[in-house]
């Protein structure tokens, strides 16, 4: 089951930056799928948009192992001066990052918007 896919094309600024990157994460986002999709997530936080957001939406199942590679994201964000948002996120998905505690580092949100 792939569970990475990013939306292109990008809406650049200068110094070839774009403004936006949209990453549509999908199925099980758990130990076996989440280092691959973390790493992936920080490569694209490299590149230096101005925000990433990372959508839930058809995420069926979100581990503390899938919890801990956002927070990795969050990191390489935060060093970049990247702003991370999650949306799309469903209940289960927003109360397991509020048990964990990520949910308010995040700026995470019930549904799409920027």
Excluded: N, W
């Excluded at 799928?33 to 590149?47: E, N």
């Excluded at 990433?52 to 899938?66: H, M």
């Excluded at 990247?82 to 990052?97: F, G, K, M, P, Q």
């Amino acid at each position: 089951m792939r569970l990475f896919r990013s939306r292109f094309p990008r809406r650049t600024v200068a110094h070839g930056q774009s403004a936006r990157e949209v990453v549509r994460l999908r199925g099980e986002f758990d130990a076996r799928s989440a280092r691959a999709a973390g790493l992936r997530l920080v490569r694209l936080i490299d590149a230096g948009p101005q925000v990433l957001e990372i959508d839930l939406g058809k995420v069926t199942y979100l581990s503390p192992d899938g919890c801990r590679a956002l927070f990795v994201a969050l990191r390489a964000a935060r060093a970049r001066g990247t702003r991370l948002v999650v949306t799309h996120a469903d209940e289960r998905a927003r109360s397991i990052l509020d048990q964990i505690g990520i949910a308010r580092v995040l700026a995470a949100r019930p549904g799409g918007g920027s």
